[in-house]
T-cell receptor, first 111, second 115 residues
Framework: QKEVEQNSGPLSVPEGAIASLNCTYS??????FFWYRQYSGKSPELIMS????GDKEDGRFTAQLNKASQYVSLLIRDSQPSDSATYLC???????????FGRGTSLIVHP | KAGVTQTPRYLIKTRGQQVTLSCSPI?????VSWYQQTPGQGLQFLFE???????NKGNFPGRFSGRQFSNSRSEMNVSTLELGDSALYLC??????????????FGPGTRLTVT
C-alpha cells in the first residue's frame, strides 16, 4: 500500500462549482498534512496546511482532516478556470521531517 | 521576504558529464530538500540537509550528492549523467521541524536535459 494516495484524475468541474480533492494516507501517527498546487511547467506552491481534525478555511479553500479514517481533503468553492492545475497532497509520515507526496490529482475547471 | 531561488533555471548537458545545481533558501530556513520530478515518477525525494548535515536521504544512486553551506545555501551534484536524469529538479526550504513547523516552500526548479 502506498503511503499517500490520490486519484490521478482528471477531475473535471464546471466554473462556479465546488471541486473536491481527496487523499488517503497509511500511517496513523501522521501529524502534518499539506496541499500544494502545481501549474503545468511550474513548481509546487503550498496552499494549505492542517494539523488538527476538522476543517480549516482560507478564502475559497477548505482543508478537511479526519485522522480516524486517515484521509484529508481539499474543497475549492466557486472554482475558476485559473484553478486548473495538479493538486498534490503531502503528509509527514512516521514523524519524518520530510513530507511524503502523493502523485497528485489533475483538476480541470471548464467555463 | 524573498522566496527560494535556484540557479540555473535551464541546463542542457551531454551524457557522461556532471552538473551542479544551486539553491538559496528562504532567510531563516535551515532545512533544504531536493526533489526530482518527472512525468512518469512524480515528485521523488533525493535528500535533505539541515544545518550543514545530511539528515535524510532518498533512494537514489551515489551519483547524486549534495552539500549545504553555513549560510544554508545548498548545492546538488550529479556525476556521470544519464539520459534518465532529464527532469525538473526542485529545491524546497523549511524550518525543518523548528517550532513544530514542517511546511516546505519550493523554488522555481532547474530543468535539466541530458542528450
Amino acid at each position: 500500500q502506498k503511503e499517500v494516495e490520490q486519484n490521478s484524475g482528471p477531475l473535471s468541474v464546471p466554473e462556479g462549482a465546488i471541486a473536491s480533492l481527496n487523499c488517503t494516507y497509511s500511517d496513523r501517527g501522521s501529524q502534518s498534512f499539506f496541499w500544494y498546487r502545481q501549474y503545468s511547467g511550474k513548481s509546487p506552491e503550498l496552499i494549505m496546511s492542517i494539523y488538527s481534525n476538522g476543517d480549516k478555511e482560507d478564502g475559497r479553500f477548505t482543508a478537511q482532516l479526519n485522522k480516524a479514517s486517515q484521509y484529508v481533503s481539499l474543497l475549492i468553492r466557486d472554482s475558476q478556470p485559473s484553478d486548473s492545475a495538479t493538486y498534490l497532497c503531502a503528509v509527514n509520515v512516521g514523524g519524518s521531517y520530510i513530507p511524503t507526496f502523493g502523485r497528485g490529482t489533475s483538476l480541470i475547471v471548464h467555463p | 521576504k524573498a522566496g527560494v531561488t535556484q540557479t540555473p533555471r535551464y541546463l542542457i548537458k551531454t551524457r557522461g558529464q556532471q552538473v551542479t545545481l544551486s539553491c538559496s533558501p528562504i532567510s531563516g530556513h535551515r532545512s533544504v530538500s531536493w526533489y526530482q520530478q518527472t512525468p512518469g515518477q512524480g515528485l521523488q525525494f533525493l535528500f535533505e540537509y539541515f544545518s550543514e548535515t545530511q539528515r535524510n536521504k532518498g533512494n537514489f544512486p551515489g551519483r547524486f550528492s549534495g552539500r549545504q553551506f553555513s549560510n544554508s545555501r545548498s548545492e546538488m551534484n550529479v556525476s556521470t549523467l544519464e539520459l534518465g536524469d532529464s527532469a525538473l529538479y526542485l529545491c524546497a526550504s523549511s524550518l525543518g521541524g523548528q517550532f513544530n513547523s514542517y511546511e516546505q516552500y519550493f523554488g522555481p526548479g532547474t530543468r535539466l536535459t541530458v542528450t
